[in-house]
């Protein structure tokens, strides 16, 4: 791999979004993370927070991720990153996110859900300027395996085929 300055951001990775479809994720990103922390200039968590009135409440009718217990990281996150974002949408603020990234040429991307937070956070970097890689085997959908396979696919084709990679950086 080149010497570009290199960052992962771990999306979502909270209570609320383990589910059957997604346990298994968890301990392949916790792995991911203490095996290749040295590789990254920063490592940031994000963390969505529902709000009553939100979108998520008025349009899709979804009252999710508002308890506490729910919006915590898993064990194991929180300890293992430099900085963790709240959000309230499909992205991070960029006013928040970008400033961390400053220096930062590109960033590893993975966690849940790959067809909503994972692609939304891949393209906010992309229109920023810095180079997204989606790591594919490092995410997942609490929609199941047909969303998380229509997330990369559509990250494929948004962000080309060579930035949706396995953990040893090849396109897949």
């Given at each position: 791999?080149?010497?570009?300055?290199?960052?992962?951001?771990?999306?979502?990775?909270?209570?609320?979004?383990?589910?059957?479809?997604?346990?298994?994720?968890?301990?392949?990103?916790?792995?991911?993370?203490?095996?290749?922390?040295?590789?990254?200039?920063?490592?940031?968590?994000?963390?969505?927070i529902n709000s009553p009135g939100s979108m998520y409440?008025?349009?899709?009718?979804?009252?999710?991720?508002?308890?506490?217990?729910?919006?915590?990281?898993?064990?194991?996150?929180?300890?293992?990153?430099?900085?963790?974002?709240?959000?309230?949408?499909?992205?991070?603020?960029?006013?928040?996110?970008?400033?961390?990234?400053?220096?930062?040429?590109?960033?590893?991307?993975?966690g849940f859900d790959t067809d909503q937070c994972v692609?939304?956070?891949?393209?906010?970097?992309?229109?920023?300027?810095?180079?997204?890689?989606?790591?594919?085997?490092?995410?997942?959908?609490?929609?199941?395996?047909?969303?998380?396979?229509?997330?990369?696919?559509?990250?494929?084709?948004?962000?080309?085929?060579?930035?949706?990679?396995?953990?040893?950086?090849?396109?897949?």
């Amino acid at each position: 791999m080149s010497g570009k300055a290199r960052a992962l951001i771990v999306v979502d990775v909270q209570r609320g979004f383990v589910t059957p479809d997604t346990e298994a994720t968890v301990s392949r990103v916790l792995e991911h993370i203490q095996r290749e922390r040295r590789r990254y200039a920063v490592v940031i968590a994000t963390r969505f927070i529902n709000s009553p009135g939100s979108m998520y409440e008025t349009e899709r009718e979804w009252d999710g991720m508002m308890d506490a217990q729910d919006i915590s990281l898993v064990s194991g996150i929180d300890s293992a990153v430099d900085a963790v974002l709240s959000k309230h949408g499909l992205a991070p603020d960029p006013g928040e996110l970008l400033p961390i990234l400053r220096g930062v040429e590109q960033v590893e991307v993975c966690g849940f859900d790959t067809d909503q937070c994972v692609l939304a956070t891949a393209l906010l970097l992309w229109d920023a300027g810095i180079v997204p890689r989606v790591l594919a085997s490092l995410c997942s959908s609490s929609g199941g395996p047909d969303m998380h396979e229509a997330g990369l696919a559509i990250a494929r084709r948004a962000i080309g085929d060579r930035n949706v990679i396995d953990t040893a950086g090849h396109a897949i």
